[in-house]
């Protein structure tokens, strides 16, 4: 969803009755009327008169495209406002500034030069596209009229716009950069010069429809409240080369320390502090990665972070669930991530209890799960999964996951599925071994050569010794298996997990700086 802010001083239209009589409900009404057409978008207006003019930090912090059309009270217009609005354009917000706004203090404090022009009222205007590849023409003829509009003229005092969509030619003989787009610093912006008040410019089929590009290309900037800071290096990428061993977090972790924060952070600050604690990827649900997937990569680009490892619930049984962890194993790929986890289903608790009563014999485990009918289209399913994604340099996998239905949760079971199941690799979690109440060293041991991502959970003694607490906090031996993993030449991630923590940002950091002084 696209959130786009109408501004318009709304003055002419309650202080002339010629304007009244073509924008009854004001220019920003007319714009919001067609906007509102496009269920993509979700559209609110803010006028001069209102508090700060209605461009408060929140409005603006909520918005990806505004909207500006201004003429006789530019030098009303709040210099605080007018910095505000630059920093959030600067920060990525999109901007689009119509007719008169050329003369805002907003364009001012954007472009730094006079963008004076030449001016007369009532001309026929013929507009030319003259960028007939750029997403803000498309769907527009190669020129139409404009039967009246206030005439601008050349030389329009700008900087050298990135690219001139629109040239106005009038029967006067003028001509003009009619439509100039611009980038400042991350934020896209358009100069639109069509829409004098006076007339029902603002009413045609092809200058709505030019608007209606010209947010959706400005809004493809995705926001995440941000300046170009100077950053300090705490990590050579030389240094990182050397050891392959990385952070990972869960991005629940980020989401949560957001919400906890209580609205005094933003996701950008978290991930900005999880940078600075050493972290460089996330594992994501790939439902939740689908949901906002733009954003994401952003925010991972901006922060030099990536994608450590997509996992997924499923029931394997079901061919649309197959479907599925095929489009996620493409989304893998598609991203360079390396690795997917694969949560294959759960057993009805009778047939569970059968299993998990026989995990301490291998052979035990083997005969039933070969007998079971749901083990054998879990298995079968992961096999076709594997294969699809080895050609795409994807290793799916399966973790010890802690849920008594799961027929993966004991250490024969995960080992019966490496060894059932070609080119299967594993997540090991280091703390969910204790949920079967198993030895982790001894898990370690026997699923080595399988191990390719690891879950660095720890566990501490409330809740019957299951408690997930910071890492390095708890009793799981993470220090010695992290060593171990290391004189193996384990190249991948050590993920940060911890779900329930009542201060994720605080849990995170105490996390980081353990496994990092381990590694």
């Excluded at 007719?99 to 472009?111: E, G, N, R, V, Y």
């Excluded at 010209?214 to 990428?237: I, P």
């Excluded at 329930?500 to 353990?514: K, M, N, P, R, T």
């Amino acid at each position: 969803m696209v959130r786009v802010t109408i501004w318009n001083e709304n003055l002419h239209e309650r202080q002339q009755e010629e304007v009244r009589a073509v924008y009854p409900h004001g220019i920003h009404g007319c714009i919001a009327d067609f906007l509102k057409t496009d269920s993509s978008l979700f559209v609110r207006t803010a006028t001069l008169e209102e508090p700060e003019h209605g461009l408060t930090e929140a409005v603006l912090s909520d918005t990806d495209v505004l909207i500006y059309w201004g003429h006789m009270a530019h030098h009303a217009f709040a210099d605080e406002v007018a910095q505000r609005v630059q920093r959030h354009v600067l920060q990525g917000m999109g901007l689009i500034a119509l007719h008169s706004a050329h003369f805002a203090k907003i364009m001012s404090l954007l472009m730094g030069t006079s963008m004076t022009l030449r001016w007369k009222q009532g001309d026929r205007e013929r507009l030319f596209v003259t960028a007939p590849y750029h997403p803000i023409a498309q769907g527009i003829p190669p020129h139409f009229d404009i039967p009246v509009e206030e005439m601008y003229g050349e030389y329009f005092d700008i900087p050298k716009p990135d690219d001139v969509v629109f040239t106005g030619w009038f029967a006067g003989g003028e001509v003009f950069r009619s439509g100039c787009t611009f980038q400042r610093g991350l934020g896209r912006i358009f100069y639109f010069q069509p829409g004098h008040e006076a007339y029902p410019t603002y009413h045609m089929p092809e200058i709505q429809r030019i608007i209606s590009n010209a947010v959706h290309w400005c809004s493809e900037v995705r926001r995440q409240q941000r300046l170009f800071d100077c950053t300090a290096v705490k990590v050579t990428l030389e240094q990182e080369y050397v050891n392959p061993i990385r952070l990972s977090v869960f991005y629940d972790h980020i989401v949560q320390a957001v919400h906890q924060g209580k609205g005094e952070r933003t996701l950008n600050q978290v991930m900005q502090q999880c940078s600075e604690f050493g972290i460089r990827g996330i594992d994501i649900e790939y439902r939740q990665l689908c949901a906002d997937y733009d954003a994401i990569c952003d925010a991972l680009q901006y922060h030099y972070m990536e994608v450590a490892c997509i996992y997924q619930f499923y029931d394997l049984r079901s061919s649309a669930d197959i479907r599925t962890a095929k489009e996620q194993i493409d989304m893998a790929h598609r991203l360079g991530v390396s690795r997917v986890l694969i949560i294959p289903g759960f057993l009805e608790p009778e047939e569970a209890k059968a299993l998990h009563s026989a995990s301490g014999d291998y052979f035990a485990v083997h005969r039933l799960m070969e007998q079971s009918l749901c083990i054998q289209s879990m298995k079968n399913a992961l096999t076709e999964l594997t294969q699809y994604a080895k050609p795409l340099g994807v290793e799916v996998t399966l973790e010890d996951f802690d849920d008594m239905r799961a027929p993966c949760s004991r250490i024969n079971e995960l080992l019966w599925f490496m060894r059932s199941v070609p080119g299967l690799k594993c997540t090991f979690d280091m703390g969910n071994f204790a949920f079967g109440y198993e030895n982790v060293m001894e898990a370690y041991a026997l699923l080595r050569k399988y191990i390719v991502h690891v879950h660095c959970k720890d566990r501490g003694s409330e809740g019957n010794g299951l408690k997930s607490v910071p890492t390095g906090s708890g009793y799981i031996p993470v220090a010695q298996l992290v060593r171990k993993l290391k004189e193996t030449d384990y190249r991948g991630y050590l993920s940060i997990e911890h779900f329930g923590e009542l201060d994720q940002l605080a849990a995170v950091g105490q996390s980081a700086h353990f496994l990092k002084a381990v590694v």
